[in-house]
C-alpha cells in the first residue's frame, strides 16, 4: 500500500508522464531493485490503482438500495471518498489518459461502465419522479464531474474534512434534481 501511495504522491507532484520508478521507489523509501520486484513499471502502478478505484466505486453502486435519491447520495459520497480518501484513487481515476492503449482502452470500459450504472440511478429517479425530467446523461457527467474536481481542489490540511465534502456535495447535486 505504501507503494500506492508514494506513486500518487509521485504523480501529484510531477504528473504521471514525468515520474519516474527511480523517483515513486525513492519516496516509498524502496530501492529501484524492489519495486520493480512488485511493479513491472508505472503504467502497472497507475493500472493497478484504476482497477482498484473502480471496484471500489461499482462496489458502491452494487450497495446502493433504496429511493433513487438515497441510492444516488450513496454513491457519489463514495465517490467523493475514492477521490479524497486514498489519492492512489484520486491520481489513478482521473489519468486514465496516461496509459498506454492496450491497458487503456479496458479501464474506459470500466469507468464508462460505472457511468451507465451512475446514470440509470438518475433516470430511474426521473422515470419514478423523485427527479425533475432532464437528460440523464448530461446531468450523470456534470455530477461526475464535479465529484471528480474534488480531488484538484482538496486539500488535507483544508478546512472541510473529507466526510462534511462527501456529505455537502452529494446532498446538493441529489437537491438539484428535485
Known sequence: MEILHAAARVFRRRGVAAAGMREIAEEAGLSPGNLYHYFSGK?????FC???TLERMHAAVQAAKGPAAERLRMVL??????MLDELEGATAHLDVESLPPKL???MIDKRDAYE?????????????REFAR????????????AVNWTARWYRPDGPQMPDEIADALSEYLVKGLA
Do not use: F, W, Y
Not at 503504467?43 to 493500472?47: A, F, R, S, T
Not at 459520497?77 to 475514492?82: F, L, N, S
Not at 451507465?116 to 419514478?128: E, F, L, M, P, S
Open 104 to 106: 487503456r482502452a479496458p
Open 50 to 52: 484504476q482497477e482498484r
Open 43 to 47: 503504467d502497472e502502478i497507475l493500472l
Open 134 to 145: 432532464c437528460d440523464a446523461s448530461l446531468v450523470t457527467r456534470a455530477m461526475l464531474g
Open 116 to 128: 451507465r450504472a451512475v446514470r440509470a440511478i438518475v433516470a430511474a429517479g426521473v422515470k419514478n
Open 77 to 82: 459520497r463514495a465517490h467523493v471518498h475514492c
